[in-house]
């Protein structure tokens, strides 16, 4: 036992002291802006990040956006990022892009349609928090129902609520089914059990 302990804190040194590859054999320098992130130390993190970033990889580009806009509040550089990883296809990025122009700030103008593309963009790859946004800002009880419905399915808690709301009150069009508001408001109450 001691002899598997020794040979597992060995090996977990050794691989701490190299480069982790990447697919080219190159070192892969989005884990190590992880790294970085995770001990707290941003600076090197972006670093790592804007190099991974100018080789194209979209997740350096929305880690990038996120920490200029939570550790150091830097609109301007959180948009730059966050809009070139939703160009690419990341539905994280295409979130809070949406979100950016739902609101507007000092760097972005508020922008619905903007916003509802971008939005739009993001629930095709499934983000529920995007087709949670869109029933918010939908224009008819027919296109709210869609989009409530579709961020329920996709585990979004608040979606789940309001739609056993919707189903016991009969709101955006439907009737009145007391087993599907007991349903999905049972499935609100275990989805936030959980998250405790």
């Known amino acids: 036992m001691k002899h598997h302990l020794l040979l597992i804190s060995i090996l977990s040194i ?11 054999g190159q070192p892969n320098f989005y884990a190590a802006g ?10 090197e993190a972006i670093s790592q990040y804007e190099i991974a970033a ?3 990889l979209k997740d350096a580009k929305y880690a990038l956006g996120r ?7 830097d609109m301007d550089n959180s948009f730059k990022w966050f809009l070139e990883a939703a160009k690419q296809g990341d539905a994280f990025a295409q979130y809070e892009v949406g979100m950016l122009y739902r609101y507007g700030n000092a760097v972005v103008p508020q922008d619905l349609e903007q916003a509802k593309q971008w939005l739009t963009l993001a629930t095709k790859r499934r ?5 949670y946004a869109l029933f918010e800002m939908a224009d008819s009880d027919d296109e709210a129902l869609m989009w409530l419905q579709q961020a329920a399915k996709w585990g979004v808690t608040d979606a789940m609520e309001k739609l056993g709301h919707a189903y016991k009150n009969g709101m955006y069009g439907l009737e009145i089914n007391l087993s ?3 349903h999905w408001l049972e499935q609100a109450t275990q989805a ?4 405790l």
């Open 14 to 24: 050794f691989l701490s002291t190299i480069a982790i590859p990447s697919y080219a």
């Open 34 to 43: 992880i790294q970085a992130e995770n001990a707290g130390n941003y600076v």
């Open 54 to 56: 100018k080789s194209g």
């Open 67 to 73: 920490i200029y806009r939570d550790v150091y509040g």
């Open 127 to 131: 983000r529920g928090k995007a087709a």
């Open 180 to 182: 599907l508001s007991q």
């Open 192 to 195: 936030k059990e959980n998250n």
